[in-house]
């Protein structure tokens, strides 16, 4: 599967955005969808990650209640919405697809997107 994340910016904190990932082709539907980040000086960390066809998540303590995870698998696109940004949200973000949720949790990714920078000022 190769993946392309797109929707990074320049955010105030408090503000939202939402991140989007493109699938190149049907196999989208045999993989759980994931999103990480990393931080400058930061190991990549993961945040979000959604099951096929997507009945269950799971989050990273420090998102939860702040970031979305979702797919359209019709458009073989995995979305993040995150809101009430803060600073120590700034970061390149990266969309992964996996075999589980729980593999995934661990950092078990079968393949990476090229990441886009999200810059939360305060």
């Known amino acids: 599967v190769q993946l392309q994340a797109s929707g990074g910016g320049l955010v105030r904190a408090g503000g939202s955005l939402i991140l989007s990932c493109a699938a190149s082709?049907?196999?989208?539907?045999?993989?759980?969808m994931g999103w990480f980040r990393q931080a400058p000086g930061k190991e990549r960390e993961f945040l979000a990650a959604?099951?096929?066809?997507?009945?269950?998540?799971n989050y990273q303590d420090s998102v939860k209640g702040r970031f979305t995870i979702s797919r359209d698998n019709a458009g073989n696109t995995v979305y993040l919405q995150m809101n009430t940004l803060k600073p120590e949200d700034t970061a390149v973000y990266y969309c992964?697809?996996?075999?589980?949720?729980?593999?995934?949790?661990?950092?078990?990714?079968?393949?990476w997107g090229k990441g886009t920078l999200v810059t939360v000022s305060s």
């Open positions: 959604i099951s096929w066809p997507g009945g269950r998540t």
């Open positions: 082709d049907d196999t989208f539907s045999s993989f759980g």
């Open positions: 992964a697809a996996g075999p589980t949720i729980e593999i995934m949790a661990r950092g078990g990714v079968a393949s």
